[in-house]
């Protein structure tokens, strides 16, 4: 069982950086992929970046490739996403995943959920 929380949303201006951290509970956290999605009102969620266990491949969405980094600290049981260079259309409720088996940008592959972090970009 892992359980995730995320935090470092907020308001930021175009053209900013945040940094999102999603805090893992359980002793197997190092053995997880981890991913981390996106919801825009009105629309279906979204595959952003996911990291494997050992943080030696990484795979991001194009829409984000260039721009956001996906990092973990296997010791703190953490995963990050540094987004730089944000655009309003990144604009989104962010949520951490991990995946018990391969690297995957489908959604129905991970195993757990946090609760999401809010994430605004004004023009």
């Known amino acids: 069982q892992v359980q995730l929380v995320e935090s470092g949303g907020g308001l930021v201006q175009a053209g900013g950086s945040l940094r999102l951290s999603c805090a893992a509970s359980g002793r197997t956290f190092s053995s997880y992929t981890m991913g981390w999605f996106r919801q825009a009102p009105g629309k279906e969620r979204e595959f952003v970046a996911a990291?494997?266990?050992?943080?030696?491949?990484?795979y991001y969405a194009e829409s984000v490739k260039g721009r956001f980094t996906i990092s973990r600290d296997n010791a703190k049981n953490t995963v990050y996403l540094q987004m730089n260079s944000l655009k309003p259309e990144d604009t989104a409720v962010y949520y951490c995943?991990?995946?018990?088996?391969?690297?995957?940008?489908?959604?129905?592959?991970?195993?757990?959920w946090g609760q999401g972090t809010q994430v605004t970009v004004s023009s």
């Open positions: 990291i494997t266990w050992s943080g030696g491949s990484t």
């Open positions: 995943a991990a995946d018990s088996t391969s690297i995957s940008d489908y959604e129905t592959h991970y195993d757990y």
